[in-house]
């Protein structure tokens, strides 16, 4: 019987996370500093107690020699006698030439002038402490030795307990940087978890889910505002294309219906080759405008997209509307219309020259073909403290205020206009068009007539001076 194959083993998902591998580095990296800083203290901590230690011999050296009054045998062995017994603390030694102890506490050594540390051997076994002998020596009189000595063990201790304190300390930061690289790990582990399950259900098509903020401003509630931001952007987008769907499949109907019958009665009822000619006239003429309406939305998709932002570049919005004035004021004359611009000099914002005409010339169109004769039309454009304003009015019929908003959708038509030509797409055109510039469009009762506002947020400051200068380089 096969048995079943165990699967690897794993870390817990919380201890596998990016913040709790950052947080192991970092207490990696603080141990090591540690480590640093503990070498570098315990060294002055020992290189202080050495230095403390050697001015004592030095200055107990000195004292003997002022005592004996040089360094005869004699006077030496009787000061160091005197100094084993009211110096218990402090180790002599006077040997002579050959090895043998005159005076002094400790056991014979090999002479050897300068400082020195001998093992705790060399103490007497009466008096046997902790610790070895840090000391100095000399060579006196006739070839002897005198060796002044005190117990290092005060330094081995010092340095003993500043290791235990630095280990202790250093193992309770790890601990702590571990335990706290935990918790935020947990934290940081909800907050993904809850963006993931936000996830999943939108890719399960609840496309009203948005991520959970907590108003604490930090980096997870920017990036949730921005994810939300996002999902309702292409929640928007796929309302949209909903709504494009269904208004191609009742918009569009009607006259590929329409098309289709004058087709099937033209076979059944023209005889003659004149009016097999003019029924597929009156073909082409519904299907031009059929692939004209495709043609808009085609348009629409592709500036909803913001592919055309990329090449935004430096346009004169003056120089374009004063264009616009004078190539529609004679068509506002046609229909016995005035059309007046009143527009600032130095306008300048960036943008897309073409679509900025198709939008201004879309709404001289509207105004002048759905006003009246003797109806006045005014384009004006004035810089305001947060950025450049349009107004497109006229004295025409207006819009009703409940239908201010839906006219902005495509296909969508007043009942005034619905018999005369047309595909409701000219003000989606126009709408999409300023969302690609970051501009809003409004539209008023001009009272009467309608008064379209557009709204480019430029700043002021910096426009005159990216567009003002010479003409000739604009």
Same mark, same amino acid.
């Given at each position: ?51 403390? +230690? ?30 084993? #017994?009211?110096? %218990? ?25 300068? &400082?020195? #540390? ?5 103490? %007497? ?7 070895? #002998? ?35 300390? +250093? ?41 959970? &903020? ?22 928007? +987008?796929? &309302?949209?294309l909903q709504q494009v769907s269904s208004d191609i499949a009742h918009d569009l109907r009607t006259p590929l219906t329409r098309l289709r ?28 405008? #059929? ?25 004169? &919005? ?20 005035? +059309? ?31 006003? %009246? ?71 008023h009762d001009n009272r009467p007539g309608l008064r379209c506002v557009l709204h480019f947020s430029t700043p002021a400051e910096g426009t ?11």
């Amino acid at each position: 019987m096969r048995r079943p194959r165990r699967l690897p083993w794993r870390w817990p998902r919380s201890l596998r996370t990016s913040s709790f591998r950052l947080t192991i580095l970092y207490a990696a990296v603080f141990g090591v500093s540690g480590l640093l800083l503990f070498g570098v203290i315990a060294w002055a901590v020992n290189s202080f107690m050495a230095e403390q +230690l050697d001015a004592t011999v030095a200055n107990e050296l000195a004292e003997v020699q002022a005592d004996a009054g040089g360094r005869q045998i004699a006077a030496l062995k009787r000061v160091v006698d005197g100094l084993i #017994i009211h110096s %218990p603390g402090i180790y002599y030694l006077l040997q002579s030439a050959d090895g043998r102890v005159i005076a002094g506490n400790m056991t014979p050594v090999r002479p050897k002038p300068g &400082l020195r #540390i001998l093992a705790s051997a060399h103490q %007497p076994a009466n008096r046997h402490v902790l610790g070895g #002998i840090r000391g100095r020596g000399i060579t006196v009189a006739d070839g002897a030795y005198l060796f002044v000595g005190v117990s290092d063990h005060q330094q081995g201790e010092l340095r003993e307990v500043v290791t235990r304190t630095f280990l202790l300390g +250093l193992g309770m930061t790890v601990v702590l940087a571990m335990a706290a690289g935990l918790v935020v790990s947990l934290g940081v582990l909800r907050r993904v978890e809850a963006v993931s399950r936000a996830s999943r259900a939108i890719m399960a098509g609840d496309l009203t889910q948005r991520m959970a &903020l907590r108003g604490t401003e930090d980096e997870f509630d920017h990036l949730g505002s921005s994810l939300n931001a996002m999902l309702d952007r292409i929640q928007d +987008l796929m &309302l949209g294309l909903q709504q494009v769907s269904s208004d191609i499949a009742h918009d569009l109907r009607t006259p590929l219906t329409r098309l289709r019958q004058r087709l099937e009665l033209a076979r059944r009822r023209e005889t003659t080759v004149d009016g097999l000619h003019a029924a597929m006239d009156a073909a082409i003429t519904n299907v031009d405008a #059929i692939l004209e309406t495709f043609a808009a939305l085609l348009r629409i998709a592709q500036i909803e997209a913001g592919t055309r932002r990329a090449g935004f570049k430096s346009v004169m &919005l003056d120089e374009l509307l004063n264009a616009l004035v004078e190539a529609y004021q004679p068509v506002a004359e046609e229909k016995r219309q005035t +059309l007046a611009g009143s527009i600032e000099p130095s306008l300048g914002l960036d943008g897309d020259d073409e679509l900025l005409t198709l939008l201004f010339a879309n709404l001289v169109e509207n105004a002048i073909g759905h006003s %009246p004769p003797g109806a006045r039309i005014s384009l004006e454009a004035t810089r305001q403290p947060n950025g450049i304003v349009v107004i497109v009015a006229d004295t025409g019929p207006g819009i009703p205020a409940a239908s201010r908003n839906k006219v902005l959708q495509r296909f969508y038509r007043l009942e005034g206009s619905r018999t005369t030509p047309g595909n409701g797409l000219g003000l989606s055109l126009v709408n999409a068009i300023a969302v690609l510039h970051a501009a809003s469009l409004d539209l008023h009762d001009n009272r009467p007539g309608l008064r379209c506002v557009l709204h480019f947020s430029t700043p002021a400051e910096g426009t005159n001076a990216d567009f003002a200068g010479d003409p000739a380089d604009r």
